[in-house]
């Protein structure tokens, strides 16, 4: 996860916009933010808990936490877990 930046270093947005400007039709869509990351992040480390009931009780949070990540109005296009690019030659 690395905050956004305009360099060529990095995969991001207008990097992907460069590397497709020759398509005719090119659409980038973000995927995940800030939020989304973390969960994912703790999700890993919940998979990594060996003793199984005690697995469980971390996934139950886990869980009611997913279910409220919807409701978070999130339009932070800083931080995203990567792009859709559907791009017509």
């Known amino acids: 996860m690395n905050k956004y930046h305009e360099d060529k270093m990095r995969l991001t947005k207008s990097s992907l ?3 497709f400007k020759n398509f005719k039709e090119v659409k980038i869509e973000e995927i995940g933010n800030f939020y989304s990351i973390i969960l994912d992040i703790i999700r890993d480390k919940i998979m990594f808990i060996k003793h199984k009931p ?7 949070p886990y869980i009611l936490l997913t279910m409220l990540l919807p ?3 999130a339009n932070d ?4 877990s990567g792009y859709f690019v559907k791009a017509i030659k």
Request: hydrophobic share 45%; net charge positive; aromatic share 12%.
């Open 17 to 19: 916009e460069e590397t």
């Open 77 to 80: 296009k800083k931080h995203v």
């Open 71 to 73: 409701l978070v109005k």
């Open 54 to 60: 005690l697995r469980v009780l971390f996934y139950i």
